[in-house]
């Protein structure tokens, strides 16, 4: 019997329709999988791929498939009920949770989106608007903050929100090129804010919200791999195949590593401290790339698995695996059976999907439709879309794992200023405890592009949560504030 951790992320995928809007970049979380089969897949309907990159796929990797029993599948009545359930989503009463500032940067954003002429037009004019104006109107929605001080300062006003943990990004990366990367900055400071923010933050809420130690979500770390080398992108492309490339990869997994260490060294330490914990504490996830760039990130993860994630022991890393590719049920298949011949516990966060505006061979690597992206990922559990994260708490209460720690290891994670209404509903009206944000952080200046894809995803998701409802909501609660009516 073997176990991986599973985070889960929603995304955003308009062009192709893939995803609803939850969490566009990476969010998401730990289950532990028992092999006898957890999860079941379809069968990839858009195989006309062979390979991922130059990954090849074992003789039976069509295999993918597992069966469960009627037992395993009883849900509680309570489950069946919360399942069937419509959300009611109030589009006003989330808002009463954000400051007048940030309820100001939700109209700006609703403007935005209004229609497609206007969003195509603030998506042209993005990359020269100045930095003053970005940081007044739309960075505080998307972004923790510029210093670590901030990040634990937006920690704090999410846990009044329920919201216990999140995933905590420095948002500098090279995808495209930058001059401006110092891959030594990046893990100096990302190590910083394992030890400053994820840890003092997970304690805290473990210790003052007085719920049990296993209901609280571990505290996450992303790992963009374009920000450890300053040519990243051909690093991840061609260490293969350049020499000088393969050095450098080394290099940038030597770098990863480093972050990675202290975040098992925290583990390690805090489980002397918290023994009845069965999750991990801080977790490090290595952030997806465009897929022409994946199979360097694969190996990456991989290594990273079999050095971190040992036997026995809580996982402190997972990779991304991004289920609008048509190979991802092979993949994941493929990646189980490494774990398992080479004695790594595999971790994994899986998502829509993140770059289907920018990757150039869509055609040949996506699913024709959205209706086969969501089906993919639903078979696996998760998403920005309310509906896919009550299903995905559904299955966790099970009358079978009532007694299972390990459930609590699940996770749902969304963008830090996506789908807000959704998170509330979750949360107050169902009574979600699983749900966390991720949190990008850094300067303005260097999260631009992150920010940019932020914009044209809310443009692409789910329309109720934005353009003219967004507007009306937002300018309803301002109005309110103004003359004291909220």
């Not at 997970?202 to 374009?226: F, H, M, R």
């Amino acid at each position: 019997m073997s176990s991986a951790k599973v985070i889960l992320r929603p995304s955003y995928l308009a062009s192709r329709g893939v995803g609803l809007p939850l969490f566009t970049r990476s969010v998401y979380f730990p289950l532990m999988v028992k092999s006898s089969g957890l999860r079941s897949f379809h069968d990839t309907p858009n195989k006309q791929n062979t390979t991922l990159g130059n990954v090849n796929f074992p003789p039976h990797h069509n295999n993918t498939t597992t069966t469960t029993t009627n037992e395993s599948n009883s849900i509680t009545a309570e489950a069946v009920k919360n399942l069937t359930t419509p959300l009611h989503v109030n589009q006003t009463e989330y808002l009463k949770d954000f400051t007048v500032s940030e309820v100001f940067s939700n109209l700006v954003i609703g403007l935005c989106t209004l229609n497609k002429p206007i969003l195509n037009f603030c998506i042209k004019i993005f990359p020269y608007t100045p930095i003053p104006i970005i940081k007044a109107l739309v960075y505080k929605i998307y972004c923790g903050g510029e210093t670590i001080d901030q990040v634990k300062q937006a920690g704090t006003r999410l846990a009044e929100r329920g919201i216990n943990n999140m995933m905590i990004s420095l948002t500098i990366e090279a995808c495209e090129g930058n001059d401006n990367i110092d891959p030594a900055y990046i893990v100096s400071e990302t190590a910083k804010s394992v030890n400053e923010i994820l840890v003092p933050h997970t304690l805290k809420v473990i210790q003052e919200s007085g719920k049990d130690i296993n209901s609280i979500p571990p505290g996450y770390v992303a790992l963009k791999p374009t920000g450890f080398a300053e040519d990243a992108a051909k690093v991840l492309k061609f260490f293969k195949t350049d020499p000088k490339y393969a050095q450098e990869f080394e290099e940038l997994v030597e770098k990863v590593s480093t972050i990675c260490q202290t975040i098992y060294d925290a583990n390690k330490q805090l489980a002397k401290q918290y023994p009845q914990r069965s999750a991990p504490f801080v977790v490090g996830v290595i952030d997806a790339e465009k897929h022409d760039l994946q199979e360097g990130v694969y190996e990456l993860q991989r290594r990273l698995y079999a050095k971190f994630n040992k036997l026995n022991e809580p996982v402190s890393v997972v990779g991304t695996l991004q289920m609008y590719l048509s190979q991802s049920a092979e993949l994941l298949s493929l990646e189980e059976r490494l774990a398992k011949e080479n004695n790594y516990r595999l971790g994994l966060k899986l998502v829509r999907g993140a770059y289907i505006h920018s990757e150039k061979n869509r055609a040949e690597i996506i699913h024709k439709t959205q209706e086969d992206t969501d089906s993919n990922y639903n078979q696996v559990v998760a998403s920005h879309n309310g509906e896919s994260m009550k299903l995905a708490t559904s299955k966790l209460q099970k009358d079978t794992d009532k007694e299972n720690k390990n459930k609590n290891n699940v996770v749902l994670g969304q963008l830090l200023g996506m789908a807000d209404n959704i998170t509330h509903d979750l949360i107050k009206n169902h009574k979600v405890d699983n749900v966390i944000k991720y949190v990008p952080w850094g300067p303005p200046l260097e999260t631009k592009e992150y920010l940019l894809r932020r914009l044209e995803e809310n443009g692409d998701a789910v329309k109720s949560n934005n353009g003219f409802p967004l507007v009306k909501a937002s300018a309803s609660a301002l109005f309110k504030r103004a003359f004291g009516l909220a």
